[in-house]
């Protein structure tokens, strides 16, 4: 079963998927963030380009021109300190996000 | 702080285009990655390549969403909404040259107004902390207001406490002699706290501090004097034949002593009288007392001196005016706001003329709205759309409003500053210009508020196409004009009479000469010699045709009258009152007054001399009716000293020309003790010319006589001026208000015009004359306008009461205005109607039918 991205949560990826590979360019995160959802994650893959935008505009991350695989001039991403520190505290927030409704859905059982 | 980074670099995002590319070339760079992953999976090279493109999803919206991510959406579409909007008001010149024309003259007048308050009421006075400077005056037991006695102001100096500084002056004039021409100037006597009251610091040396015979001079008597000579300090000139040091150079408070160049100490001395007021009281109240508080006690200080005088102050009361009042003059606040609310309400009627404009457009777009509603424009969207355009056409009129207020500005400060001293410091300066924005966008808001309101529906409702509402506020509005017209005219032709009044001589080419001599020349003899000198001197130079003498030169604002009996009267006890003059003998031919029996003075007319007095047409009429009053005699004053009569002279009006003359009597001024006396000059041509010429003559009888020299004429017109100014501010009022009827009637017609192609094209069609349809289209001007003629004439008639006092020999329902405004408003109707009745006629039937 493959479900939609949920709303908000796309930016938290990407930032997340940048803090642990490093410079990537748009292709590499979304196929990145696919590989790890395993198939579970219907992911139009346009859509990061409008958070990458978002992102760098908040300066969480930043861009550089650089050579894909295949030789092409592509857009590299890399995190930096501010996301860095975004990051952390969104990994939190959202930790305590899941336990507070995984607490709430249990307590109804 | 991330949100003010993302903001900024959306800015920049809006200012330089790139990203676009960027985005294509990440955007292919993906494709190209996807695709060869594909291929690597074992699809073909187009299979591969619509996968690849499926899994990047939907690229339209994202790139929406991306470009509405990099730039700022609001602004971008105000822009493109901005150039939409001047766009479309290019295309139609006609409307938006008529919107603006009537923003112009609505924004302008009203910006031109606001100055005149600003400046007249708001604008704090020049001096330290203004807000507590008041004038004091006493108050007769009719609350009549009187100037100061200096016992009376001793008094309020020693008791009050409320007042913490206390100051008086009185102005005069005193002739300055000694250097260079004798002029005469204008001086103020102060006393010494007035200096500090005012702020007033000397250029050079010191302000006065004790009675000694001491002078402060203004600057430009300075500089016309002395060339602005530090060394000026300590020396000693004459005024008005007295010896005074200088001390000082200082400017007077221009508001309150405007053209003062010389003051003197004032040093009041419980001596004097108490009934003589003389002069004005300006106060400080003390910092935390209230306006309310010090008048309490100057009225209790009031009552106990009318306790201990009653003689003089019973009865008698005191009351404090804010300094910017008393300067303004009594009745300025309630004109200044009355012009005020005239202004705001022809401001309203220009904004509603233009919303009017703008709902008749939309009716005419309506179509273009109904189909951008159907791709998707939202109403919020829409309704932007119109405040942009609302906020061109504002800022279009606002600034050519804003350049017509400073033009006008300009010219009141230039012709109002004599009449108002405060409206010197009229000027457009950054926050009267701050106000002039707020009133452009308030503009902007009303019309785009309510033309775009209605726009908003456009989508959905047709409105009807006669717009009953617009058709009333047009009649409203020439109704309103027709109101002021008719003031208009009616103080025109009541000018037009009142510059025609004969008063009773021939004020052309006739100079006066206030003359004040030197103090040697003072006493009675040396002065009645000097008239006597002046006058045959004078009539020898070839420029000067007659010279006379006269202690009340015409039209100066001021006369002299006395009480009198009729002797052999049955009930000879009573008084009766008339003007008098006295005259040297040849007054009467240098004025040219007529005598009608009897003789006139001459030169054996003296002291020791049969006691003589000539009098006027109408007093002869009045007290010796039926009778030859030459030889009868009459009794002068209290004294009730018998003159005989030797002459009967025509009526003048010497005070003012609306006057009905009065009964004057005429004395010469060789029998009379000592009146000021003013030489009198019938020049042959221009009275400039002669000025050198008799000063020349003048200076070898008295080389002290001072001399102020205004010819009578002008004295006469100006004695007109107050009529002129109401007339002036009445016809700009009703140009304003005609101009922005005739804005919106052009406006509602031409659209109107507009609106009906289809019908008149299908008239023109069917054989119509072209003449009879632009008569079709002027004859609904015409009715609009006499319906509002027909609304304002009754109200006209209604006011006629409020401007009665205005008007000279005219009476307020005269025919002849309302026959001239009816001609004018049919002149405005036939001009405003005349181009869309034009465009009608020449309307070609095949467009015009297929025309939507």
């Keep these: ?109 | 702080m991330s949100a003010l980074r993302a903001f900024l670099s959306r800015l920049s995002g809006l200012l330089w285009k790139r990203g676009d590319s960027r985005l294509r070339e990440e955007i292919e760079g993906h494709v190209e990655l996807l695709a060869a992953d594909n291929i690597r999976r074992g699809m073909s090279q187009t299979e591969a390549r619509y996968a690849a493109m499926r899994d990047l999803g939907n690229l339209t919206a994202m790139r929406q969403e991306y470009r509405e991510l990099r730039g700022l959406p609001l602004v971008e579409n105000a822009w493109q909404d901005l150039k939409f909007a001047i766009r479309t008001l290019r295309r139609n010149r006609r409307f938006a040259a008529s919107c603006i024309a009537t923003l112009t003259v609505g924004l302008g007048s009203m910006i031109t107004v606001l100055c005149v308050v600003s400046a007249l009421l708001w604008k704090p006075l020049p001096y330290p902390d203004p807000q507590q400077l008041v004038a004091v005056k006493e108050t007769d037991p009719r609350s009549g207001l009187w100037t100061f006695s200096e016992p009376d102001l001793l008094d309020v100096q020693q008791r009050s406490h409320s007042l913490s500084v206390i100051a008086a002056y009185r102005r005069n004039t005193r002739a300055l002699t000694g250097n260079g021409y004798p002029e005469i100037l204008q001086c103020a006597a102060v006393t010494a706290p007035f200096f500090a009251m005012f702020g007033m610091k000397p250029v050079v040396g010191a302000t006065l501090s004790s009675s000694l015979p001491q002078v402060v001079i203004s600057r430009e008597l300075w500089r016309r004097k002395w060339q602005m000579n530090p060394r000026v300090v300590g020396r000693a000139i004459l005024l008005g034949g007295q010896s005074y040091t200088i001390v000082g150079v200082a400017n007077a408070p221009s508001d309150l002593l405007p053209g003062v160049d010389a003051l003197v100490p004032l040093d009041p001395k419980a001596t004097e009288s108490r009934s003589a007021h003389e002069i004005e009281v300006i106060a400080r109240v003390r910092a935390g007392v209230g306006a309310g508080q010090a008048q309490a006690e100057l009225s209790a200080i009031a009552g106990d001196i009318g306790k201990d005088n009653p003689r003089t102050n019973k009865g008698w009361g005191m009351r404090i005016i804010p300094l910017a009042d008393f300067i303004a003059g009594p009745n300025t606040k309630h004109t200044v706001w009355m012009i005020f609310a005239a202004v705001a309400l022809l401001w309203i009627l220009a904004c509603a003329n233009v919303a009017g404009l703008q709902v008749a457009r939309n009716v005419a777009r309506g179509h273009e709205m109904s189909t951008r509603m159907a791709l998707g424009a939202g109403r919020l969207r829409l309704l932007g759309q119109r405040l942009i355009e609302s906020a061109v056409l504002a800022l279009a009129g606002g600034i050519l409003g804003l350049l017509l207020a400073v033009w006008a500005v300009a010219a009141i400060r230039q012709f109002g500053a004599d009449a108002m001293p405060r409206l010197a410091h009229l000027q457009m300066d950054a926050p009267m210009v701050g106000i002039a924005i707020a009133c452009i966008s308030i503009s902007a808001l009303i019309f785009g508020a309510l033309s775009g309101g209605d726009a908003a529906y456009q989508g959905t409702r047709k409105v009807s196409r006669r717009d009953r509402g617009r058709d009333a506020l047009i009649v409203a509005q020439v109704a309103l004009a027709s109101v002021l017209l008719i003031g208009s005219c009616l103080l025109f032709q009541s000018f037009l009479r009142l510059r025609a009044v004969d008063p009773g001589f021939d004020p052309e080419n006739v100079l006066s000469a206030r003359v004040s001599l030197a103090a040697d020349g003072q006493n009675y003899t040396r002065r009645l010699a000097f008239f006597q000198d002046a006058r045959e001197q004078l009539e020898r130079l070839p420029l000067v045709a007659a010279a006379g003498a006269t202690n009340v030169i015409p039209f100066s604002g001021y006369g002299t009258a006395n009480r009198f009996g009729v002797e052999g009267e049955p009930d000879s006890g009573a008084y009766h009152s008339a003007a008098w003059r006295a005259v040297t003998p040849g007054l009467f031919k240098t004025l040219g007054i007529p005598l009608r029996r009897g003789r006139l003075f001459t030169k054996a007319d003296t002291d020791g001399s049969l006691e003589v007095v000539i009098i006027s047409e109408s007093m002869a009429r009045r007290f010796w009716p039926n009778q030859d009053p030459i030889g009868k005699r009459l009794l002068w004053g209290r004294s009730r000293n018998p003159k005989t009569i030797i002459g009967v002279v025509g009526d003048v009006r010497d005070l003012t020309v609306d006057q009905t003359p009065i009964p004057t009597m005429y004395r010469p001024f060789a029998q009379l003790s000592d009146p000021p006396m003013a030489l009198m000059i019938r020049t042959k041509g221009d009275v400039g010319h002669a000025i050198p010429d008799i000063r020349k003559v003048i200076r070898t009888i008295d080389k002290d006589a001072a001399l102020e020299f205004l010819p009578i004429e002008r004295a006469m017109s100006d004695s007109i001026l107050r009529p002129r100014d109401s007339l002036i501010v009445v016809t700009v009022f009703a140009v304003v208000a005609m101009m922005i009827a005739a804005f919106g009637l052009y406006g509602l017609i031409s659209y109107r015009v507009n609106d009906e192609q289809q019908e008149i094209g299908i008239r023109l069609a069917l054989g119509a004359q072209p003449a009879s349809v632009r008569w079709a289209v002027q004859k609904r001007c015409l009715i609009l306008v006499c319906l509002g003629a027909a609304a304002g004439f009754p109200i006209s008639l209604g006011l006629s009461r409020f401007i009665r006092t205005l008007l000279y020999n005219t009476e307020p329902a005269e025919m002849s205005a309302y026959a001239a405004v009816l001609l004018i408003l049919a002149v405005v109707a036939f001009c405003a109607s005349f181009e869309p009745a034009l465009r009608a006629s020449k309307m070609d039937p095949a467009t015009a039918i297929r025309h939507e």
């Design chain 1, 1 to 109: 079963m493959t479900s939609d991205v949920p709303y908000g949560t796309l930016d938290l990826m990407i930032l997340k998927t940048l803090g642990t590979m490093g410079a990537l360019h748009g292709f590499g995160i979304a196929r990145r963030i696919e590989q790890v959802a395993e198939g579970s994650l219907a992911l139009n893959q346009g859509t990061v380009y409008p958070a990458l935008l978002r992102l760098e505009q908040k300066g969480w991350i930043s861009s550089d021109w650089g050579a894909s695989e295949n030789n092409r001039r592509a857009r590299f991403y890399s995190i930096t300190k501010a996301g860095k520190r975004q990051l952390v505290a969104e990994e939190e927030n959202w930790n305590r996000t899941v336990a507070m409704v995984a607490r709430l859905l249990e307590s109804r059982r």
